[in-house]
């Protein structure tokens, strides 16, 4: 993977002070947020200077069940070539579910929801993962994500899942050791087992980010410092491989400049200090005291290794290996013409997990993320096997996030509806769940409330319907012919 250095994540809120920020090598720009023919002149300016520019897209959902939306890849495409990007990068996550192989209606979730690690949604993930690497025209990596709960009967540890999701694709990883923390808080898992079960060779780069305990929760919000356990993760990280690049995320609640520039001088030591450990490990001191008698022939005089490696050798391990043969009914040893023709990670052939299709895979895990997505966001019962405390967690953190997006893509809804926008909204999305994208959902909330008689004051109400009626169409009124009709049309609807 291409050396990448010291990143950050480029938002249009900080623009200015990562331009000006030292120290920084790289940046992320989310991908979904920037258009390719008329690209922000901040990340042109960063581009011009040599900043290499990754585009990293939240919305292709390959952990779904459904392939690739064909659309969504060629515009992740070309971002990394508008961007000169020498990577993209993406989830593994499923956001939609329902459609055709549910006979059901299709629903959003708006955010990045976890896979079952389990071999059905392992051979779906691989799919779609060599789907898009085959749509993309420079390599990708995936990120693991945080959960707030965990799916039952899980096959695989994060760590096994990962490996061979990077063994039969040959696909880079996007390591976020604050997610490794949050699955730690959330699902008790081990974040050095995670570490040690990893294909290090693998590694795209790393995030870091913060985010905030409530109740036994942990909630990954991009909106606060780093906490010391993240940096201890990233230091265990770096102990075994040398990160080829590590970014400082941030989303929310920007601080000042100068705390994301010590919040980078903190990732900075916690890496070194972890190449460290590996030096020390791999070029232990010599204990003092007499040593044994000269060899009176030594023989020819061996050169010493000028650059040991900054892992130790692995191999002297005593215990075994942490990750299990991956399939014990394809054992080389006990049948050659049953062996995998694989030429190692990175140059997958042929698997014969999936050579008869994903197809009953896919319907399996179609139905599985409809159940549990259902739950979330439309009020449907539980799944069986799922912490419902834990669903009502993941049900409002899915409410307040839809609530906070579409303040952003249509700013005049909270300035129109001041304090009451937040509650309404909340209420808005117990009952009705999204099945577009934010812009719709901002256009259905303010028909929901219009359709009630809201808000109460009728010049608010006014001014509320009129946003709506020059938003509904294709285009705005003054752009559109037969302005009069149309708008006589949707006023009639509204008052059914």
Known sequence: ????????????????????????????????????THLPESLLRLRRRGVTVVPHGVSLGLGGADRPD??????????????????????????????????????????????????????????????????????LAVENIAALLAWPDEELTEGQFLYELADRTGVGLLIDVANLHTNHVNRGE????????????????????????????????????????????LTDLASRVAPPGVLLERDENFPEPAELERELAAIGTAVESGRTTARRAADPAPTPGPGPAPDPDPGPALDPDPDPPLVPDLDLDPDPPLVPDLDPT??????PDQAPDSGGLGAPGPDPRTAGGSDPARQRLALAQTSLLSALVAGTPSPEGFDRVRIGVQARSLAAKRADVVAKV??????????????????????????????????????????????????????????????????????????????AAQRALLRR
């Open 1 to 36: 993977m291409e050396r990448l250095g010291t990143g950050i994540g480029w938002r249009p809120e900080i623009a200015d002070a990562v331009e000006e920020m030292p120290g920084v090598d790289w940046v992320e720009a989310v991908a979904e947020n920037v258009c390719p």
């Open 330 to 335: 394809l054992d080389p040893e006990s049948d």
């Open 190 to 233: 081990d974040p050095a087992r995670a570490l040690a079960e990893l294909p290090l060779e693998a590694l795209a780069y790393v995030h870091v980010a913060g985010g905030f305990e409530r109740d036994g929760v942990w909630h990954d919000s991009h909106a606060h410092p780093v906490p010391r356990p993240v940096l201890d993760i």
């Open 410 to 487: 249509a700013p005049e809804l909270p300035v129109l509806l001041g304090e009451g926008y937040r509650t309404a909204f909340l209420a808005y999305a117990q009952r009705q769940p999204m099945t577009g994208g934010y812009r719709q959902d901002a256009l259905d909330f303010a028909e929901s409330l219009l359709l009630a008689g809201r808000p109460r004051n009728a010049g608010i109400r006014r001014e509320l319907r009129e946003w709506w009626l020059d938003r509904s169409g294709p285009a705005p009124r003054s752009r559109r012919p037969a302005v009069r009709v149309a708008r």
């Open 70 to 139: 064909e659309d969504r890849l060629t515009a992740l495409a070309e971002r990394a070539q508008a961007l000169g990007s020498p990577l993209v990068t993406e989830h593994i996550a499923f956001v939609r579910a329902g459609g055709v192989l549910t006979a059901s209606p299709r629903l959003e979730a708006g955010h990045l929801l976890p896979v079952p690690r389990t071999r059905d949604a392992l051979d779906v993930l691989c799919e779609n993962v060599r789907i898009a690497q085959e749509a993309l025209p420079v390599p």
